[in-house]
């Protein structure tokens, strides 16, 4: 474990049973969806290189413009 980490974890042992628990629950939930986001890229790849191939086709064939960011 860190030396950062175990600052963060006695302070949370100061706290309050259910504060301590709302920690924990945040954590706990930020871990997930850590997992879900690198699940998801890691079984994207394919169709992200498919997406990048069309577009620079079309970018290549004139289909595309600028992108002006006031117009959005």
Do not use: C, R
């Amino acid at each position: 474990m860190t030396e950062l980490l175990d600052k963060a974890i006695a302070k949370v042992k100061t706290l309050s049973t259910e504060a301590q628990d709302a920690i924990a629950t945040m954590i706990l939930e930020e871990l997930e969806d850590e997992t879900k986001w690198d699940s998801s890229f890691a079984n994207s790849q394919d169709i992200l290189a498919k997406l990048a191939t069309e577009a620079l086709a079309e970018y290549h064939a004139g289909e595309t413009e600028e992108l002006n960011p006031d117009t959005l």
